[in-house]
């Protein structure tokens, strides 16, 4: 019989996703790759905004790269996970005004989260690789209730990744 799997194999909001209805968006070609159409009602964003605020150690800072959006930042104390789960260290999470979101994910939960259809690699991951993690990626803007419940599941799962871990489990490769 075999082990339970470590806790830190899918995050906990990502453990039972369901499938995204409807085809991908289209996503702008050019930085910062905003999303083209099918985009989130009015306050969506705000409330995507109040989901990422609601965590530990966050903090709104000035978008990096001149990013349209609200940037949200780990204080010292709580910005434990690897480089790669940083948009632009301490950086790990911006809400786009479209309701899109770009934020990073361990390789695993990225690769469950596109092939259910919400999200995909950021553009530039893909045209600048090496510079841009692979796990670096576009959330599509949530559409009704549920796709908002599900945008700030995966919210969450970005942050254990930028904090190094899911309650009191540090994840591998983490500064805990």
């Known amino acids: ?10 995050a906990p909001g990502l453990r039972r996703l369901a499938t995204r209805p409807g085809g991908a968006p289209r ?9 083209l159409g099918d985009t989130s009602p009015a306050g969506y964003a705000a ?9 530990a150690g966050v903090e709104e800072v000035p978008a990096p790269m001149n990013a349209a959006g609200r940037a949200f930042a ?34 695993e ?8 259809g919400w999200g995909t690699v950021h553009p530039f991951a893909r045209y600048m690789a090496g510079a841009v ?11 009704d209730q549920s796709e908002l419940a599900v945008a700030a599941r995966i919210i969450a799962a970005a942050h ?3 904090s ?9 490769d983490s500064r805990w």
């Open 164 to 172: 190094g871990r899911i309650g009191d489990v540090a994840l591998p």
């Open 1 to 10: 019989m075999r082990g339970a799997a470590p806790i830190w194999t899918m």
């Open 47 to 55: 409330q995507l905004v109040s989901c990422a605020c609601a965590l």
């Open 74 to 107: 780990l204080d010292d104390i709580h910005a434990m996970g690897q480089p790669e789960a940083f948009v632009f260290a301490p950086v790990w999470l911006i809400v786009r005004l479209d309701g899109s979101l770009h934020l990073t994910l361990r390789p």
């Open 133 to 143: 993690p692979p796990q670096s990626l576009v959330i599509y803007a949530p559409r």
């Open 109 to 116: 939960w990225a690769q469950k989260v596109a092939a259910k």
């Open 27 to 35: 996503l702008a070609p050019t930085w910062p790759c905003h999303q």
């Open 160 to 162: 254990c990744y930028a």
